[in-house]
């Protein structure tokens, strides 16, 4: 196939490009570069079935004719704002990055008559919700701008595939870890400790704790979904079945980076105001498929941390 990928050259765009290149299709990436970098797709330069436009998705000039003209059978929208905290002082930022986007992504595939939608959405849209959730949770009420942008994108699609036949495949992961970061737990600690050795500061009480998933291991969850499940609308739950503390995240970013330092917290049961300190995940339907995480939610962190220190330093 012929692929378009929304945020190519961010953290899981630019993973998710190496694996349809080298699962044989020809992928063409659009990015802003607010969040993406060149440097993440700077080693598939010269391939011929591949290329890296520079762009804004709600660039009308930009994007539509990218979409009419590009004979493209599929979409993966995976662009978004993705930092919760950030979209706590600018609410549009959510609006414009997370929701507006795929709006305007869902224009130019009718426009176009592209019929295939992978979407990538977020445990953010269950807001804080109690016991182990499955994809049939409700009601659905998030409790940051971001997790709103993504439930109200999934409502938008479902319309349109209702009202245009565009089927799609839905995929709501949790914290996803790994290199090509820009920022996360993981990433902002390693950071932090670069500024400054003497002591590591961690938001909250270091008891907030998640599931985390390796970025390679979404990657192929998503593939997963992609090329086993075939109704007009796909929604799987992504993730593992452990879980890692804050407090541990701090751990290991300490050992991986050889330091011996003090961590300070900043007290409260959360890092900041749209955080979901708490978090289960019922994974069960994608499990049916045939599918496993190849690492636990520890194991993720501490490869994570171990990819980011090596990319930093």
């Not at 050259?9 to 607010?34: M, P, R, W, Y």
């Not at 182990?132 to 479902?158: C, M, N, Q, R, T």
């Not at 086993?228 to 993730?239: A, K, L, Q, W």
Request: proline share 3%.
């Amino acid at each position: 196939m012929k692929i378009l990928i929304t945020g190519g050259a961010g953290f899981i765009g630019s993973h998710l490009c190496d694996t349809l290149l080298a699962a044989g299709h020809e992928v063409v990436a659009i990015d802003n570069l607010s969040l993406g970098r060149k440097a993440n797709l700077a080693h598939l330069e010269g391939d011929a079935r591949f290329r890296l436009v520079i762009g804004e998705i709600l660039d009308d000039t930009v994007f539509a004719p990218l979409v009419a003209g590009g004979g493209f059978d599929c979409v993966f929208h995976m662009a978004a704002n993705s930092d919760i905290a950030r979209s706590h002082a600018a609410p549009s930022i959510d609006f414009d990055r997370t929701f507006l986007t795929t709006f305007r992504v869902l224009e130019a595939m009718r426009g176009a008559n592209i019929k295939k939608l992978v979407f990538a959405s977020t445990s953010a849209i269950y807001g804080e919700a109690g016991g182990l959730v499955a994809e049939d949770h409700g009601p659905l009420s998030p409790i940051s701008h971001y997790g709103a942008g993504k439930l109200a994108s999934e409502a938008f699609i479902s319309s349109f595939g209702e009202n245009y036949g565009i089927q799609s495949w839905i995929t709501r992961f949790p914290n996803v870890v790994g290199g090509r970061a820009t920022h996360g737990a993981v990433f902002d600690f390693v950071h932090r400790l670069i500024a400054d050795r003497t002591a590591l500061k961690v938001l909250g009480n270091g008891k907030q704790v998640k599931p985390y998933l390796f970025v390679s291991d979404l990657v192929d969850a998503i593939m997963t979904v992609f090329t086993r499940c075939d109704e007009p609308t796909n929604i799987y739950n992504v993730g593992v079945e452990t879980t890692t503390t804050v407090a541990d995240i701090a751990r290991f970013v300490l050992e991986e980076g050889g330091i011996d330092a003090p961590i300070v917290y900043t007290g409260g049961d959360r890092g900041w105001i749209g955080d979901v300190p708490q978090f289960a995940y019922d994974i069960s339907k994608l499990t049916r498929l045939g599918w496993r995480a190849s690492m636990t939610s520890d194991e993720a962190v501490r490869r994570a941390a171990r990819a980011i220190w090596a990319e930093s330093l």
